[in-house]
């Protein structure tokens, strides 16, 4: 993903994804009625039923929702670019909490730390009765990402 940065630098982040959290992620449509409830519901129930086979939990959930497949899994990218575990908003936290009720547990053994946190992107909405959501469930260890600005002249730094 690359973004502008302030002034007339670049930012480029980059991360490092596993094949089994792209093999349980989630896109689906949500027939939103006006209700944030309704959204935190489906992607609590995706997760619920994706955890469960995931294998390398704990895991960190990423969400992104917007208008259209591409734009959702775009913000679920965004979401674990800005995500960060130790802020987590209250979507963020109940999200988590949902998939730690399940009892998957470290690696699918039983317990109560099934997810570390979630990290989530809301796009720009439209007044649609639909929106896409995107999940994925990254193992321990995301995001692995690294994060550099880049000036005109080529000089850069990792932030």
Known sequence: MVERAPGSRVR????????GPELRGHTGIVYQRRSAEVFLDAVCGFAREEVKKLGCTPCVAAVGIGRSH??????????MVKGDLDVQDEWE???TEAINQ??????GLGGATTALGSFLHIGPLRAS???SVTLRLGCCFEPRRATLEMDPKGNYSVI
Do not use: C, S, W, Y
């Not at 959702?72 to 990218?77: P, T």
């Not at 399940?102 to 690696?107: A, F, I, K, V």
């Open 12 to 19: 480029i982040t980059i991360l490092l994804q596993g094949g």
């Open 70 to 79: 591409v734009e959702a899994g775009m913000n679920m990218i965004k979401a």
């Open 93 to 95: 936290t109940r999200i």
């Open 102 to 107: 399940t009892d998957t547990g470290p690696l």
């Open 129 to 131: 009765g639909f929106r």
